[in-house]
């Protein structure tokens, strides 16, 4: 048995309405609840990122929207679902072609080795993507080709010409009131794109044309219709004011003699296929189009940077339609990382190279930050210092702190999982607890709810938020109780001080199942510290607290973890000052 896609809305809001009718509070209850909602259907997710530009090399931004992605496939995992998670590179068009001149290389020599950078990044970042596709790969190619037939056999795609601006760094074609002045960097006037700054071209050319002019309606249907397509639901508002605009047909392909590098129009050999039509159909290679798309293809979820929403909410959706597939679930779009408050260029020379900062400050430290001050709505900024900082206070002080404290050999010198005493910590007040304890463990036993429903929205930050709260009331917790005052030698100051070790390992236990997706590593050495078994991670399992409820815990009396080394170490920012840096 699954659990089954509504899991968390659905079992969030039972849980509510418990909560709201009865006195239930018990984690019996909880663990019932999320059980009942399962499905028999075998529940599937679907996750992927865009597929990255090889005309240089990874910055922070692509590793991301592959964390995000990562994190979210992760997240279903520990659901229970069976999850994929696509990512990879997207090497076709005039700006890779132009990159490969540049460099002395043949395109595919060059793609290769940019490709493998992309690929070392991601799994030296603990990005766990189930398959990596490259758009020269020949299951991509005959995918493509498959899509572009379909859609010349429904008339959708005719030959016409072309005559307008293009701007290769953006492989966009835009129409005049997306273009305005501005003076390159000698001086001389140009025209650039509005949106992304970059310099466009007039061209006039032969071109296949796709009818887009014709999905205006479905489109909106489909927008109006599913409020949640694209979140955050200021990017869909932005869709749908893109739809009352001016939509002409979309210029499907480019005269060969200009783009050798890509793949052929079918039929025609002296056209090369539009770069963005050969890269969206990527989601669909990855899902085994045409012949053994349905299963995935129908629990699709795209992540996306908001410089490419319209390629993915507006030609993408209408390339779909027009081939009669189904359209994706959601697009969950992400705003920018700035550095120091400037866009990331080469020219400014304030690209961060997300290897090198993994290095600074650890994959999961990294991984962290971003998840943890990334908020999808708006543009984040990115400095040394606020990284130090959070980390520094998060990681190492509030989470590594109460780590220590609660697992040190001076408390527990048996180092096993120590028992609770009912006397001490009654489920009704009336023991040594206090009041602000209970509040704490109505928190913590309500946490998985929150988390994931952020989780489920990409509110990654809001889940972390969530968390971090809840770490703060387990150190009030322990910083209250003093047990390092109590007297060990036995009595009831001793079964009082296991009883507060174990509510607060139980604490921990919560936490290092719910930061999983977010920093496996460190979640890891917390739980297997805690002595929690592999198996027993998920967070469907997840049961807080069970001898408040007469129920047996496993792990109490269980052996800790050997491993005693420190959560996260602390950043020092004076390292980092004599290194090749953004300090300024
Ligand atoms: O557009 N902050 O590839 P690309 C956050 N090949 N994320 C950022 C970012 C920033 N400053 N800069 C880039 C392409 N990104 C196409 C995609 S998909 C079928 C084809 C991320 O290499 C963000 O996800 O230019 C953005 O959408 C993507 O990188 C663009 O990567």
């Known amino acids: 048995m699954r659990v089954c896609s509504l899991f968390a809305s659905r079992s969030c809001h039972i849980f509510r309405r418990l909560q709201q009718n009865t006195l239930v509070s018990s984690s019996t209850t909880i663990a019932a609840v999320r059980r009942s909602v399962t499905c028999n259907e075998k529940s599937g997710y679907y996750v992927t990122t865009p597929i990255f530009y090889v005309n240089a090399s990874p910055h922070l931004g692509h590793l991301y929207s592959a964390v995000i992605a990562d994190c979210s496939h992760r997240y279903k995992q520990l659901q229970g679902f069976n999850s994929k998670?696509?990512?990879?590179?997207?090497?076709?068009?005039?700006?890779?072609?132009?990159?490969?001149?540049?460099?002395?290389?043949?395109?595919?020599?060059?793609?290769?080795?940019?490709?493998?950078?992309?690929?070392?990044?991601?799994?030296?970042?603990?990005?766990?993507?189930?398959?990596?596709?490259?758009?020269?790969?020949?299951?991509?190619?005959?995918?493509?080709?498959h899509f572009w037939s379909v859609l010349w056999n429904k008339r959708l795609i005719y030959k016409g010409s072309y005559e307008g601006w293009y701007s290769t760094q953006d492989e966009s074609f835009l129409t005049p009131s997306q273009v305005g002045d501005a003076l390159d960097s000698s001086g001389n006037e140009i025209k650039v794109s509005l949106e992304s700054g970059h310099k466009?071209?007039?061209?006039?050319?032969?071109?296949?044309?796709?009818?887009?002019?014709?999905?205006?309606?479905?489109?909106?249907?489909?927008?109006?219709?599913?409020?949640?397509?694209?979140?955050?639901?200021?990017?869909?508002?932005?869709?749908?004011?893109?739809?009352?605009?001016?939509?002409?047909?979309?210029?499907?392909?480019?005269?060969?003699?200009?783009?050798?590098?890509?793949?052929?129009?079918?039929?025609?050999?002296?056209?090369?296929?539009?770069?963005?039509?050969?890269?969206?159909?990527?989601?669909?290679?990855?899902?085994?189009?045409?012949?053994?798309?349905?299963?995935?293809?129908?629990?699709?979820?795209?992540?996306?940077?908001?410089?490419i929403l319209k390629f993915h909410a507006i030609y993408w959706p209408a390339f779909l339609l027009g081939a009669g597939l189904r359209l994706p679930q959601a697009i969950h779009v992400h705003s920018h990382w700035t550095v120091r408050g400037k866009k990331m260029s080469k020219s400014l020379g304030n690209v961060i190279d997300p290897l090198e900062h993994s290095r600074m400050f650890t994959t999961d430290g990294l991984r962290y930050f971003l998840l943890r001050q990334g908020v999808p709505e708006s543009d984040c900024d990115y400095t040394e210092e606020k990284v130090i900082k959070l980390l520094n206070a998060e990681l190492a002080d509030s989470l590594g702190g109460l780590m220590n404290r609660c697992t040190a050999a001076a408390l527990n010198p048996a180092q096993v999982y120590p028992s609770f005493c009912p006397q001490a910590f009654p489920r009704d007040q009336g023991g040594r607890a206090a009041a602000e304890d209970y509040r704490m463990l109505e928190a913590v036993r309500n946490l998985p709810f929150v988390v994931e429903k952020h989780y489920e929205s990409m509110h990654f930050y809001k889940a972390l938020e969530a968390i971090g709260a809840c770490v703060r009331q387990t150190n009030g917790f322990v910083q209250r109780h003093a047990p390092w005052k109590l007297?060990?030698?036995?009595?009831?100051?001793?079964?009082?001080?296991?009883?507060?070790?174990?509510?607060?390992?139980?604490?921990?236990?919560?936490?290092?199942?719910?930061?999983?997706?977010?920093?496996?590593?460190?979640?890891?050495?917390?739980?297997?510290?805690?002595?929690?078994?592999?198996?027993?991670?998920?967070?469907?399992?997840?049961?807080?607290?069970?001898?408040?409820?007469?129920?047996?815990?496993?792990?109490?009396?269980?052996?800790?973890?050997?491993?005693?080394?420190?959560?996260?170490?602390?950043?020092?920012?004076?390292?980092?000052?004599?290194?090749?840096?953004?300090?300024?």
């Not at 909106?220 to 869909?236: M, V």
């Not at 997840?542 to 959560?567: H, I, K, M, N």
């Open 85 to 145: 998670f696509a990512t990879g590179t997207d090497e076709h068009g005039l700006k890779v072609q132009q990159a490969a001149e540049a460099a002395g290389k043949q395109p595919l020599t060059f793609c290769t080795e940019v490709s493998e950078r992309f690929e070392r990044l991601f799994r030296s970042c603990s990005i766990s993507y189930t398959d990596y596709i490259r758009t020269t790969e020949l299951r991509h190619r005959q995918a493509v080709e």
């Open 200 to 307: 466009v071209e007039w061209m006039k050319e032969e071109n296949y044309m796709f009818r887009l002019s014709a999905f205006r309606s479905q489109l909106l249907d489909w927008l109006r219709g599913n409020p949640k397509a694209i979140q955050p639901e200021r990017f869909q508002l932005a869709v749908l004011q893109w739809l009352q605009e001016d939509l002409p047909d979309l210029s499907v392909s480019r005269q060969r003699s200009r783009l050798q590098w890509g793949i052929p129009v079918p039929g025609d050999a002296n056209q090369t296929i539009y770069v963005w039509l050969d890269a969206l159909v990527n989601y669909l290679s990855v899902a085994g189009y045409p012949d053994h798309h349905e299963r995935w293809w129908s629990v699709a979820h795209h992540i996306i940077g908001k410089d």
């Open 487 to 584: 007297d060990r030698t036995g009595g009831k100051d001793q079964r009082w001080l296991d009883t507060i070790l174990h509510v607060s390992l139980e604490c921990m236990r919560v936490y290092g199942t719910l930061l999983q997706p977010v920093v496996p590593e460190i979640s890891d050495k917390l739980l297997t510290r805690l002595g929690v078994r592999p198996d027993e991670r998920s967070f469907e399992t997840l049961d807080f607290l069970p001898r408040l409820w007469q129920r047996d815990s496993p792990f109490e009396g269980r052996a800790l973890g050997t491993d005693t080394g420190v959560l996260f170490s602390r950043l020092e920012s004076q390292k980092f000052k004599n290194k090749k840096s953004h300090f300024k």
